[in-house]
């Protein structure tokens, strides 16, 4: 686990999850309308952290 906190591409998406989540539950909470933006946040930020984390191993 600590490699991959070390790998910029996994410390890349750690705060692009974090930001698509919470603008998804704003969206969900208060209609907010640029709620579509989570999606787009939320996945690239999954890609990347995926990508960091099979990355770890070299």
Same mark, same amino acid.
């Given at each position: ?12 998406g ?10 998804? $539950? ?10 579509? $933006? ?7 930020g ?13």
């Amino acid at each position: 686990m600590q490699k991959a906190f070390r790998n910029p591409i996994f410390v890349t998406g750690v705060p692009m999850v974090i930001f698509g989540l919470g603008v998804g $539950l704003n969206h969900l909470i208060r209609g907010v309308p640029f709620g579509y $933006l989570s999606f787009g946040v939320l996945s690239s930020g999954c890609t990347l952290l995926l990508i960091g984390w099979i990355q770890r191993e070299k």
